[in-house]
């Protein structure tokens, strides 16, 4: 069964400063999907950014952007000239190729902007 | 434009009841799950369905029951509440894999908080 992790419980960083999470995951399966949900208190949970494996390329929206290293099956979330509105709780998914349909979430990481 | 809508919102049971959950969506989605939130432990996925008429185990599905009748529902039924199943449920849907509009993202509920005494 894929495994995903999330070391870090809790990060703060100081508003329109640079902060990484951390992801890491375990699978055998050559294709599939990882992706960045955002839940605000709202409770909201918000597609923040998403890879392919099959891609290269980094994936980039706005001032968030990954560092996927698929040898190294990690998979970190950099988000750049934070903002108040960035806080909330940050989980790591990972998704299967086809026939594998379950979406496997991390425990999540805690993100507190620092006026 | 509703998207995924959960009802209820809110709900407190006593041990021993039973209670349905109930997801729609309006984004003529193959694919619905079930997930339940708990502080600590992510979310893990209790249920899915690739289809109508299609159920299929999660990480955590005892206790728990669902049903697709119909296409654009999923519900969650719990026979016998117990209070190690408060938590907050959500339910999401997506495309099917492979489709032309696949691309892996799952659509989310508002959530649905339940709390059982």
């Known amino acids: 069964a894929q495994t995903v992790t999330q070391s870090q419980p809790e990060m703060s960083v100081q508003e329109a400063e640079t902060v990484t999470l951390s992801c890491t995951y375990d699978?055998?399966?050559?294709?599939?999907?990882l992706f960045w949900y955002k839940q605000p208190p709202s409770r909201q949970m918000i597609l923040v950014i998403r890879q392919e494996a099959y891609k290269q390329q980094n994936a980039t929206e706005n001032r968030f952007s990954v560092n996927f290293q698929k040898a190294a099956k990690s998979f970190s979330l950099k988000i750049s000239d934070s903002q108040l509105g960035d806080a909330a709780m940050y989980f790591c998914a990972y998704k299967g190729g086809f026939g594998n349909e379950k979406l496997t979430f991390g425990t999540g990481t805690r993100l507190t902007i620092i006026p | 434009n509703a998207g995924v809508t959960q009802t209820p919102k809110f709900r407190v049971l006593k041990t021993g009841q039973s209670m349905t959950l109930l997801c729609a969506q309006d984004m003529n989605h193959e694919y619905m799950y079930w997930y339940r939130q708990d502080p600590g432990m992510g979310l893990r996925l209790i249920h899915y369905?690739?289809?109508?008429?299609?159920?299929a185990k999660g990480e955590v599905p005892d206790g728990y029951n669902v049903s697709r009748l119909k296409k654009q529902n999923f519900l969650l039924g719990l026979e016998s509440a117990a209070p190690s199943q408060t938590s907050v449920y959500f339910c999401a849907s997506s495309y099917p894999t492979g489709g032309s509009l696949y691309t892996g993202e799952l659509f989310f509920g508002e959530g649905s908080r339940l709390t059982v005494l």
């Open positions: 699978t055998s399966e050559s294709d599939y999907y």
């Open positions: 369905s690739v289809g109508e008429g299609t159920t």
